[in-house]
C-alpha cells in the first residue's frame, strides 16, 4: 500500500515530536531519578514510534532513529532497574569480540504472540533491538508471520458480523473479540 501524507499531517507529527522532545528534556533537567529516566525513555519511544511512521518523508529518520534509540538504551543502563533486572545468558563462540546472547527461537516466538514489540523485547532482554533484529532472522521469525492469514474482506465480515450483534463494541472490544477468534 501506498500512503499519501498531506502538509497537516506531516507537521502535526513535526509538532508531536517537538512537544514529546520538550517533554523528555523537562523531564531530564528536573533531579534525576528513576521515575524521571523511564518517563523519557517512555517519551522517546513514542518519538521513535511517530518517526518511523514518517521515515519515509525526512532525509535523515534513519540516523535519528538510531541515535533516539542509543538515547533511550543509555538512560534505561544508568537505571538500577536495568543492573538488577534479567540478563540474557552468553557463550563465547571462539571469536574475537563479545560473547554472543543465547536468545532461543521459543523465547522470541512466546514474546511475539503476546504482542511485544521488538523494541519491548529488546527492552526487556537488555540487548539492542538490532540484537533481537539479528536473533529473528537467524530463527527464521518475523513479527508479520504471527498476524493471520486473512483478506481484508473476511475481516470485515467477521467484525460486521460481530458489531450487527454487539453495535455498541468499541475499538478494543473489537479487538478482544478477533483475539478470542484467533485473529491477529
Do not use: W
Not at 3 to 15: F, L, T
Not at 32 to 59: K, M, P, W
Not at 71 to 95: K, W
Request: hydrophobic share 40%; glycine share 4%.
Amino acid at each position: 500500500t501506498f500512503c499519501v501524507y498531506s502538509q497537516y499531517d506531516i507537521s502535526m507529527a513535526a509538532s508531536r515530536v517537538t512537544a514529546l522532545l520538550n517533554s523528555v528534556s523537562q523531564s531530564l533537567s528536573q533531579q534525576h531519578s528513576t521515575e524521571n529516566a523511564d518517563y523519557a525513555c517512555y517519551q522517546l519511544d513514542c518519538i521513535i514510534r511517530l518517526l518511523g511512521r514518517y521515515s519515509d518523508l525526512f532525509v535523515n529518520a534513519d540516523q535519528a532513529l538510531q541515535k533516539l534509540e542509543e538515547a533511550c538504551h543509555l538512560l534505561e543502563s544508568g537505571s538500577p532497574t536495568s543492573i538488577t533486572g534479567f540478563r540474557v545468558p552468553t557463550v563465547r563462540m571462539g571469536n574475537r569480540g563479545r560473547p554472543a546472547f543465547i536468545i532461543t527461537a521459543e523465547q522470541l516466538e512466546y514474546l511475539l504472540n503476546f504482542d511485544f514489540t521488538i523494541q519491548d523485547i529488546a527492552r526487556l532482554l537488555c540487548v539492542s533491538v538490532r540484537t533481537i533484529k539479528r536473533r529473528l532472522k537467524e530463527h527464521g521469525l518475523s513479527v508479520q508471520q504471527t498476524f493471520s492469514d486473512i483478506t481484508s474482506a473476511e475481516l470485515q465480515a467477521i467484525v460486521s458480523a460481530h458489531l450487527d450483534t454487539n453495535p455498541n463494541s468499541g475499538y478494543r472490544m473489537v479487538n478482544g473479540y478477533l483475539r478470542t477468534m484467533g485473529i491477529r
